[in-house]
């Protein structure tokens, strides 16, 4: 979740790309030309970092219409890249992205439906994920290769996927991903102080029990840590705290799993196979909050060395993810029942194993929080800094962190309970992020392309998670009513 919004920079050597580079060696150790199509190097619009570089166009006069750019290796800006990961290394780094706070939601979500409905439907809601993402892959591919592009992100992509269709400079696109990108982020900051502060605070009194104070308390002595590390804008900063924060969050997964299969709880199993069907609409939000790794697809696979083998390890790392889930839910499920709160973590009892556990994944979310704290100031300062040119860009950039950081300090003290608000940021941002934009940027982009029991399945989709975000929506904000009132 902590690397899903973070843009990674694609630069470029300023060197021609050697024909050698690209040529295949026979059995005798010869240099073996490979037969590519004609590449017109003087007819591109893109510019390369160094002026005295000649620009490096990527259309193919001679490439047929039904060309493939996701699947082809002669997408040009793929052998510009200096910096490509492997397919491991971007299978750890997706795996990584998914692994979080969302995770630890997953065995009460799962409560609700009943150990019986929750896991197939967490499994349809886990393709349904998948399936977008590879729409989204698509889509930007084709981009990339009408416009002559290295690289879009998810912002990008709706920009270009609306003009195309509106046929005009219109930014609606990309002001709907900016919107719903700082909209998400944000949330995730306020889960956040509550998920940081709860585990603190079971540490605390489970071990010291005559000290006694309330969540609030916690979350305000907490603004003062949280806005000291926000002040940390370099990204490369960022990155160590990265590191660090991988380390505690399998420690404490690790030993949350250690517990749970410590102290199984079989009995009247059954009675609880079922749970409340009409709450399904909160299900579904908090499954897609748990999948939100789609930000973070369009910069591995514009960084990978193989591209097209991008397809099959985000399959891979999904189904990983799910399993992990579902181990973590039904586990949860057999130790806590009904008792499962909003993260998996807030169920253990006092006890070394448990100390541990949540004191990983609570030092684990406060490197986090300025990692995701990073989209929403990555999208916000630059217009800030123009629209108030009066004040230095040092000091409007203060404010705005200072400010915003408040804001998220302020949704959690006014609904400290971490379910309700991972249930409506995922109804309300993730579906949209996830289910709704990738379909529609989708048709928008092939809609004269596609056939039409593929026009049928995007707009299902979409209408679905039209559906969702509404009624999620709606009854996340009932509960947050019924808790506060």
Known sequence: EYKSYL????????????????DELDAAGNKKQREYPPVDFTSSSTRLINDDVESVGSRLSRISETFDPFRSSLSLHRYLKTSQITDLECFVHFLKGNIGPGLLSIPYAISITGILLGPPLLLIVALLCLYCMLLLLRTS?????????????????????FQDYLGNENKIGRRLADAFLILTQLGFCSIYFIMISENVQRVIENNISWFHLPLKVYITVLLVFIMLLSFVWNIKTLAVFSMAGNVFIFTGLIAIAVYMFQNPNYHNIQDTFIGDVAKLPIFFAMAV?????IGLILPLENQMKYPSHFPFILTLSILC??????????????????????????????????AVAQLAIAFTVYLTYPLMFFVPMEIIVPWAKEKFNRFTPYTVEFWLRTFFVIL??????????????IALIGALASSSLALIFPPVAYLMVFRDSISRGKKVTCWIIAIFGIIMCIVGTVYSVMDIVKALI
Do not use: W
């Open 408 to 421: 998220t300090f302020l949704f959690s003290v006014l609904i400290p309970h971490i379910e309700l608000f």
């Open 141 to 161: 591919s084709h981009l990339c290769f009408k416009y002559d592009l290295p690289s879009l992100g998810y912002g990008d992509v709706l920009e270009l996927a």
């Open 321 to 354: 993810v799910l399993a992990i889930q579902l181990f973590f839910s039904v586990l949860g499920f057999i130790c806590f029942r009904d008792e499962i709160q909003g993260s998996i973590s807030f169920n253990l009892p006092e006890g070394v194993i448990s």
């Open 7 to 22: 843009s990674l920079a694609v630069m470029f050597k300023s060197k021609r790309i050697p024909r050698a580079s690209i």
């Open 289 to 293: 909050y748990a999948f939100e790794g």
